[in-house]
C-alpha cells in the first residue's frame, strides 16, 4: 500500500487543507474505495496513527480517504466555513481528480466514529445513491439531544459556532428525521456498533430503535468497549469486512460519480 499525505486547495471552505489516502500498489484496478471520517479531538490522521488501516485495508484491496473537517460536525458552520459541501461535493470530486479510484457506488463506502459516525450516517442518508453500504462506531448519533441537554462549556460553545443558535430536530442535520423519512429500499447497507461502557451508548440505542421504527435494516451490536481506540480499531476490522463481502449490483438510480468540473 501507498500511504499518501495531500495537501491542496478547497474552494468550497476557502483554505488550504489535507487529507491522508492509503491507495492499493497493485491489485484490482481501479480500487474500491473507502471515505474514513476521523472524530471530534482528530485530524486526517489519527485513524493512521492509531490503529491499522493501513494493514487492514491491504487485505481488501481498498482505498481509503480520510479527509480533515475539524470540530465541524460535518456541516455547514454558520459561523465558521461550509464543511458539508465540502466533504459531499468538493471532495469526491477532488478524489477522482487526483486518483485512479472506482467511481462506482456499489464499490464506495463511508464509515467514521464518533463525530466521523454521525457525519458517515448524514452523507449517506442524504445521499444515499452514493453508497454501497455505510457505518457508525460509537457514533455522536443524536445531535438534538446533544444540542438540549449536553452542559459541557466546550460542547455548548462549539454548537453555538455550528449552528447559531438554530435546532437540529426536524432537519437535514437529524439522523433520525432522516431515518424517518427514508425509503429503505434506496438506502445503502447500514451497519453500527459501539461499546458497552461508551457515554455514548444510549444515543445509539436510540438510533438503532429509530431504524427498527422506520422498518430500516441496522446490523447493530454493542459489545464491550469504551470510546477508545482500542475498540475502533478491532472494531474498523468488522466493519471492512461488512463492506467487502457483500459487494453487489448497484441499485435503481445509482449512478458513478460525475468527472471533475474544470477549473475556472
Known amino acids: 500500500m501507498a500511504l499518501i499525505r495531500v495537501d491542496f486547495a478547497s474552494e468550497a471552505l476557502e483554505l488550504d487543507t489535507s487529507m491522508t489516502v492509503v491507495l492499493p500498489e497493485e491489485g484490482v484496478a481501479p480500487p474500491p474505495l473507502l471515505y474514513l471520517l476521523h472524530g471530534l479531538t482528530d485530524d486526517d490522521t489519527a485513524w493512521t496513527r492509531f490503529t491499522s488501516i493501513e494493514r487492514y485495508a491491504t487485505a481488501h484491496g481498498l482505498a481509503v480517504v480520510m479527509p480533515q473537517v475539524h470540530r465541524s460536525f460535518y456541516a455547514d458552520e454558520a459561523y465558521g466555513m461550509k464543511f458539508w459541501t465540502f466533504l459531499s461535493d468538493e471532495l469526491p470530486r477532488l478524489v477522482h481528480r487526483f486518483f485512479k479510484v472506482t467511481d462506482q457506488p456499489r464499490e464506495t463506502y463511508v464509515a467514521g466514529l464518533s463525530m466521523g459516525g454521525y457525519g458517515a450516517l448524514k452523507w449517506a442518508l442524504r445521499q444515499p445513491e452514493r453508497f454501497a453500504a455505510a457505518a457508525s462506531l460509537s457514533g455522536a448519533l443524536d445531535l438534538a439531544y446533544l444540542q ?13 459556532r455550528v449552528f447559531a443558535g438554530r435546532g437540529t430536530d426536524g432537519t437535514d442535520d437529524d439522523l433520525f428525521h432522516l431515518i424517518r423519512g427514508a425509503r429503505a429500499e434506496e438506502l445503502p447497507r447500514l451497519m453500527l456498533r459501539c461499546g458497552t461502557e461508551d457515554h455514548l451508548a444510549k444515543l445509539n440505542e436510540r438510533f438503532v430503535g429509530a431504524c427498527a421504527d422506520a422498518g430500516v435494516t441496522l446490523d447493530s451490536a454493542f459489545t464491550p468497549g469504551d470510546h477508545d481506540w482500542a475498540y475502533w480499531d478491532r472494531e474498523i476490522q468488522e466493519v471492512l469486512s461488512f463492506f467487502m463481502n457483500r459487494r453487489g449490483p448497484a441499485r435503481p438510480g445509482s ?10
Open 255 to 264: 449512478a458513478p460519480v460525475p468527472p471533475p468540473a474544470p477549473r475556472p
Open 148 to 160: 438540549e441537554n449536553d452542559d459541557r462549556p466546550h460542547i455548548r460553545a462549539l454548537m453555538s
